[in-house]
Structures are given as structure tokens and as C-alpha cells.
């Protein structure tokens, strides 16, 4: 049973890995803002969860299949099917599988128990860490609603994700804040990107055997902060730019990719790209947020059984 479902894992990581290598093609163009981009990687980390998509003609998938891969169809329901992609092509029969090749079954056994122990350790190792995070929220003290302090951190930063609290290393004796850099971990907590950080961690520790994976780990966290820099700089004066980036350079870069911070991701990263915004108008919105859709239909859906 488990070299089963390490069989269809691996079909799916290697889906996702084609989708995902379409998303950083398309990152390559500056022009389109991060945020949308955000949008597009949800598209590889779905195929890591789902191993069933919907048929259709219009698929990616459906002109990959002519050349290779094979279409398993799962369920029928009328004008719509749900099929499974079979990218190794190694079974001959399914449900259960029978491989083609005498000794494969043994393989992917061993395999599997390899993929779990694995698994299990990167989940445990993952939630370790975040949880340790938070105990240093028990030493922060309040300073008015959700902002704390604390002298554990050297970067402000949100912590938590059912009750996120905005933690500065040190606030000056009147309790003010740097303006912008209360904007950035609001709009963080707004955009809930710590519970997206945790799920993006968790979803790669399911698929840890895929170095893939952890690439599209690293970049989605740093479209992560350039987006949450986006949102904050469409709510500023073009004058408040420069500054906002002079904040960003005296900010240490956090190392923990548990959390979101001011000083998280690439600097010069962040840097080129405060530099080079430009706002979005509603025109262009509702044409991208098309194109996301339509890019997510193609990669998303399956061949047709």
C-alpha cells in the first residue's frame, strides 16, 4: 500500500516539477507584478497535494500525453472525468498497481519506507522549529495591541498565525514604531503569509526527495516579501519610496524562514524591485488576474482518459 502511494507521489512530484519550472519561466518577466506571481506558484504546490485533475482537452498535460506519460481516469461523471497522470509509465495494470517490470513492487517498497521515515523527520524538524519560534512570545512584552517587544530578536517581525503579534527588538521610550515598517508586518498578517510559509514547508517536506522542490521553496518565500512590499508601497506616496527602502537597508536580514519579517528574503532583492515598482492599474489587474487564470486551467487540469 505504501509503495502505492509513493508510486502516485511520485508521478505528482514530477508534475508539479514541470508546472513549477513554467512558473519560474514566467517569473522572468519583471513587468508582472509579484502578487500575481504568488497566484502562479500555488499551482506546483496543489499538484504535490492532488493526484486527481480534472480532464480536459486544453490541458498541458494533454499535449505532453501525445508524446509521452499515460492517463489513468479515476472517475466519470458525465462531460467530466477525473483522471491521474502516470509520468513514469512503470505500472501495467492499476488499483492496485502491477508494475511492468519484475522487481519494482520491492523497489518502491523500499523506497516508500525510505520516503516516510524521511517525511516524518522533515515535518517533525519543520514544526520544531516554528513552534520554537513562539517561545518568544512568552517572554514579549505588550506595548499596545498586537505590537510586543522583546530581546530575544534582532528584526521586527510577525509571529504566530491564529493570534499574530508584531514583535520589535527595542522600541524607543514612548513606544513609536517605524511607520513603514508597522505598514509591511500588517500587511503581512492581512495577507496571512505565515500560515502560507508553514503550509509551503509542509508540502515540500512531503516531496523532500525532489530538489525541485526546494527551489520553488526559496523563491516563493522571496516573492513572498517582494509582494508583501508591493501591497505596501501601492499605499504610499511615490516621495515615501526611497525611504521605505532606506529602512529596508538598515534592517538586518532575518534567518528564520519560520516568520515573516522586515528584514526577511533578499535585500537587493527587494531593493531592485521598490525601485523599479510600478502601481497597477485596474485595466492591467483584471488582464493579469486573467492570464493567472487561464495559466492555472492549463496547468492544473489533466489529459483527458
Known amino acids: 500500500m505504501l509503495g502505492e502511494i509513493f508510486y502516485w507521489l511520485?508521478?505528482?512530484?514530477?508534475?508539479?516539477?514541470?508546472?513549477?519550472?513554467?512558473?519560474?519561466?514566467?517569473?522572468?518577466?519583471?513587468r508582472i507584478p509579484r502578487r500575481f506571481i504568488l497566484f502562479l506558484w500555488a499551482i506546483p504546490f496543489l499538484r504535490m497535494w492532488l493526484p486527481v485533475g480534472i480532464g480536459s482537452k486544453f490541458s498541458l498535460l494533454n499535449l505532453v500525453s501525445r508524446f509521452t506519460t499515460r492517463t489513468v481516469t479515476v472517475y466519470e461523471a458525465g462531460p467530466v472525468d477525473f483522471t491521474m497522470t502516470n509520468s513514469m509509465m512503470l505500472a501495467d495494470t492499476y488499483?492496485?498497481?502491477?508494475?511492468?517490470?519484475?522487481?519494482?513492487?520491492?523497489?518502491?517498497q523500499i523506497a516508500s519506507a525510505i520516503w516516510a521515515v524521511a517525511a516524518l523527520a522533515v515535518i517533525v524538524t519543520v514544526l520544531f522549529v516554528y513552534f520554537g519560534t513562539k517561545s518568544v512570545l512568552k517572554d514579549a512584552i505588550p506595548v499596545q495591541g498586537n505590537l510586543y517587544r522583546s530581546d530575544k530578536i534582532r528584526t521586527p517581525g510577525v509571529y504566530g498565525i491564529v493570534k499574530p503579534r508584531i514583535i520589535f527588538p527595542a522600541l524607543p521610550d514612548?513606544?513609536?514604531?517605524?511607520?513603514?515598517?508597522?505598514?509591511?508586518?500588517?500587511?503581512h498578517i492581512r495577507r496571512m503569509d505565515n500560515l502560507w510559509r508553514i503550509l509551503a514547508f509542509l508540502t515540500v517536506a512531503l516531496h523532500w526527495f525532489n530538489p525541485l522542490a526546494w527551489v520553488f521553496l526559496k523563491l516563493f518565500l522571496t516573492d513572498l516579501e517582494v509582494a508583501?512590499?508591493?501591497?505596501?508601497?501601492?499605499?504610499?506616496?511615490?516621495?515615501?519610496r526611497k525611504e521605505y527602502a532606506n529602512c529596508l537597508v538598515d534592517a538586518l536580514e532575518s534567518k528564520n524562514l519560520f516568520l515573516t519579517s522586515f528584514g526577511g528574503a533578499s535585500?537587493?532583492?527587494?531593493?531592485e524591485a521598490i525601485?523599479?515598482?510600478?502601481?497597477?492599474?485596474?485595466?492591467a489587474a483584471v488582464a493579469l488576474s486573467g492570464i493567472v487564470a487561464v495559466i492555472a486551467w492549463l496547468l492544473l487540469t489533466n489529459a483527458p482518459g
Open 267 to 271: 535585500i537587493r532583492v527587494r531593493i
Open 10 to 30: 511520485f508521478n505528482m512530484s514530477i508534475v508539479a516539477s514541470v508546472s513549477g519550472l513554467i512558473v519560474i519561466l514566467i517569473r522572468l518577466i519583471r
Open 228 to 240: 508583501c512590499d508591493e501591497s505596501v508601497l501601492s499605499k504610499i506616496g511615490a516621495d515615501e
Open 95 to 108: 488499483f492496485p498497481i502491477t508494475y511492468e517490470v519484475e522487481g519494482l513492487s520491492k523497489t518502491f
Open 174 to 187: 514612548d513606544g513609536s514604531v517605524n511607520r513603514y515598517v508597522l505598514l509591511h508586518e500588517q500587511t
Open 275 to 283: 525601485l523599479s515598482f510600478r502601481k497597477t492599474t485596474a485595466i
